[in-house]
């Protein structure tokens, strides 16, 4: 089974990390100097620096010239963070897709600014070069490929993928790794793979739509778990519920949850999969977003700290390559062998073509530095949002100051109901994805998620005015 041990430099940032976020590490105290904390620790210089950069990075410290690190004072920012949602323990049934369709069939309409979108910009990705990689692995294709390569996948990308998992301290066992219609086939057949009709499944509160649709569709049950929206799922609201339920399995997403942008610590991530483990209950882990950090590394997904294979990780290269190839896997752990054959007696295998030119542009080797560019322009895009926010959304307005991804999760003044709100923004072009589409009872009725994925639209700085014009409108009417 996988096992993963976080490198000495991620153990000291983690711990740090939560000495500052807890207080015990107060804005401008000095952290102990390199030298200090290599004869205290027994680690090598490069180890500490490594562990203050990714702190620094992460905007907890600061570095100052000729004097050490220190614990940086935070701003006290003009939004205070959306509070934690308090939800209903009982599960529910759910029945949120004529929702789902009706409110979010504007986002693909291209005379909409897409501030309700799951996609950012298509100029983000290098679909020019995607296209050369097609064309030049489709004229060295050997036919007998074409049906070697059914369900679990082209073995060159299964490889390419491994090589990056192993890269990242997660070795995966070949036959575990299966290749899918984008994360969503891959997010469908896990969670199909360990339950039955009727069965209960906690999801985070608020949580992603599409995983709401997918229990509807299998008829089962949600039961949602108070989320926080830094920190991700309450580990003690979850460990609550699995006494009370018979829970048959978890879909959470914690690095950059959607809608909240959510990271759970790697500290939190290991005793999430403990307590799952403890009782026996499969995480389906939502990854799409893993690569989107702000951060000079990339968070550790849930999987890292699987040791029994009951974390059936999930992932696709739409949010961070490729949207529109639908290319996506599933790392399902001992659950891999039914949800090859779920793929099997469905979509029976993924279109080898888009497989094909994946596999030829990671082997080209410019993944990672595409992927510095699109973290750039995502989270210089973010701050500019937040920005605009701050300045023209009305007062009492809460926002997300998620560390990745490229949503970002609003709480409106209470007077203000999200549904009218999106569809007067609708009514000028502007598409939104209001809060009642993330919760199984719709509860979230007076916040929006919004998509900020879009650097260099120029629409979308006067839609985010537009918008908070509306609201303000509306907060005051409502006085």
Not at 10 to 24: C, F, K, Y
Not at 121 to 144: K, V, Y
Not at 242 to 263: D, I, T, Y
Request: net charge positive; charged share 20%.
């Amino acid at each position: 089974m996988n096992h993963f041990r976080l490198s000495r430099y991620q153990q000291l940032a983690d711990e740090l990390a939560t000495a500052i976020r807890g207080g015990v590490l107060r804005p401008g105290e000095r952290l102990p100097s390199v030298r200090e904390t290599c004869q205290q620790r027994g680690m090598s210089p490069s180890t500490v620096f490594q562990a203050y950069a990714q702190l620094e990075a992460e905007g907890l410290v600061e570095a100052r010239a000729r004097s050490g690190f220190y614990v940086r004072a935070t701003r006290r920012a003009v939004r205070a963070g959306p509070q934690v949602a308090a939800p209903r323990s009982e599960a529910t049934p759910v029945a949120i897709s004529e929702l789902v369709f009706d409110l979010l069939g504007s986002t693909r309409d291209a005379d909409v600014v897409p501030l309700g979108s799951a996609f950012p910009a298509s100029h983000l990705f290098p679909f020019d070069e995607l296209a050369r990689c097609g064309a030049r692995a489709m004229r060295g294709l050997q036919p007998a490929r074409i049906t070697g390569a059914l369900t679990a996948g082209d073995e060159g990308l299964r490889q390419a993928l491994r090589r990056r998992y192993a890269l990242q301290g997660l070795p995966l066992a070949e036959s575990e790794l299966i290749i899918t219609n984008g994360a969503m086939e891959a997010l469908n057949l896990c969670l199909q793979a360990v339950t039955q009709p009727g069965d209960v499944v906690v999801v985070e509160s608020p949580t992603f739509y599409a995983a709401l649709q997918a229990l509807e569709r299998l008829h089962l049950k949600a039961v949602e778990v108070a989320t926080d929206p830094r920190d991700g799922v309450d580990l003690e609201a979850l460990s609550v519920l699995l006494e009370r339920h018979k829970v048959a399995a978890c879909w959470f997403m914690p690095s950059f949850q959607n809608p909240l942008g959510a990271l759970m610590s790697p500290a939190r991530k290991k005793a999430l999969v403990e307590l799952l483990a403890r009782h026996r209950v499969p995480l389906i882990e939502d990854d799409v977003y893993g690569e989107l950090y702000a951060g000079s590394l990339r968070p550790p997904p849930a999987k890292a700290f699987d040791q029994d294979g009951g974390v059936l990780h999930c992932s696709s290269f739409s949010k961070s390559l490729a949207p529109g190839y639908r290319v996506g896997w599933a790392a399902a752990g001992r659950h891999a062998p039914r949800v090859e054959r779920l793929k099997m007696t469905t979509s029976l295998a993924t279109a080898l073509p888009t497989q094909l030119a994946l596999a030829d542009y990671l082997a080209q080797g410019g993944y990672d530095r595409h992927l510095r560019r699109l973290r750039e322009s995502l989270s210089a895009q973010r701050k500019h949002a937040l920005r605009l926010i701050e300045r023209h959304f009305p007062p009492g307005t809460r926002t997300t100051r998620p560390e990745g991804g490229y949503f970002i999760w609003l709480e409106l003044p209470p007077s203000v109901d999200a549904l009218a709100l999106h569809h007067r923004a609708r009514a000028q072009s502007i598409s939104t994805a209001p809060g009642a589409l993330f919760s199984a009872d719709r509860r979230f009725t007076h916040h929006l998620r919004l998509n900020v994925g879009h650097p260099g639209d120029d629409r979308v700085d006067a839609a985010l005015r537009t918008l908070g014009a509306l609201a303000t409108e509306m907060a005051r009417s409502a006085h």
